[in-house]
C-alpha cells in the first residue's frame, strides 16, 4: 500500500503552494487530477458514488465533501480541507489535510492546530492489543479539552483493496470497545473538529457537509498501518520519510 499512499502524501505537498487567495477548487483538482494519471493511478474519489471531483475541497465553514467548482475560489483568511485518494497497484491511499490561506485569524490557526494535534494522538493508539475506540477516545479528549467538537456523523475507516473498508474508526468514545488492533490492518484516522457545535448538516448538492451553526471545521487524515512495532503511518509527506530514512541510516552506520 506504500505506493499509493506515498503517492497521495507527494500531490498533497505539491498542492500546498497552490493554496494561495484567487485560486478555484477546480484548479486545485485539475491539478491533483493530473498528477494522480501521470504517476499511472486513478483518482479514488472521481466517480465514487456519484462524486465528481478528484478531491474534496472544503473551505471554512464545509466539514467534508466539498465539491470543486470554478466558482469557489479562495479568499485571504480561508482555511480549506484538502481530502485526496488514490489507487494504485490494487490498493488505496487516503489523506486530508486543512490549510491557511494567507493569514488566517487565531481561532482557526487554534483549530488547525489542534485537529492535526488529536490526528497524532489517535495514530499513537493504532498498535497492536489496543481498540478501535482508544483511537477515538485519544482524539475526543485532545479536541474537547481545547474547547472544540468532534463531528459524529462521520468517521475514519478501514482502507486496503477498497476505499472504505471495516472497521470503522469514530473519532470518539470511551476506551476498550470494538475490534482489537492487530498487525496488518490498516485505517484511515481522520478527525473532523468543529470550532462551535458538532452538529452538521448536507447542503442541497447532497454531498457537502457544512457546520450546522457556521463555525469552522478543520479535517486531517492518515493512513496508519498497524505492526508489530507499533503504528506505521503510510501518508508521511516526503520530507518526513527522507528524515526517518536518513535517521535509520545514520542509526545503521552507528551500528557499523
Known sequence: MRVAAEL???????????????VSTLDLDVAAERMAREAGAEPAFKGYQGFPG???????????????????????????SIDMGVRASGFYGDAAVT????HVSSGAAALLRVTEES???????????NRVSDIGHAVQAHVE?????????????????????EP????YGVRGR?????????????????????????????WTQVTADGSLSA????????????????????????????VAAGEAGHRG
Open 54 to 80: 478528484s478531491l474534496c475541497t472544503s473551505i471554512n465553514d464545509e466539514v467534508v465533501h466539498g465539491i470543486p467548482s470554478s466558482s469557489r475560489v479562495l479568499r485571504e483568511g480561508d482555511i480549506v
Open 8 to 22: 497521495v502524501a507527494d500531490i498533497l505537498d505539491a498542492l500546498r503552494p497552490l493554496v494561495q487567495p484567487g
Open 99 to 102: 490549510l491557511p490561506v494567507g
Open 145 to 165: 479539552t481545547a474547547g472544540f467538537s468532534v463531528v459524529r456523523q462521520f468517521v475514519g475507516h478501514g482502507i486496503g483493496r477498497a476505499l472504505h473498508e
Open 178 to 206: 470494538g475490534p482489537r488492533l492487530a498487525p496488518g490492518m490498516v485505517l484511515a484516522i481522520e478527525p473532523m473538529v468543529n470550532a462551535g457545535r458538532a452538529a452538521v448538516r448536507e447542503m442541497r448538492d447532497n
Open 119 to 129: 490526528l497524532w494522538k489517535g495514530i499513537v493508539e493504532a498498535r497492536p492489543g
Open 219 to 246: 479535517h486531517f487524515e492518515h493512513t496508519v498501518a498497524v505492526t508489530a512495532d507499533g503504528p506505521l503511518v503510510l501518508t508521511r509527506s516526503r520530507a518526513a520519510r527522507q528524515s526517518a530514512e536518513a
Open 168 to 171: 470503522q474508526v469514530p473519532n
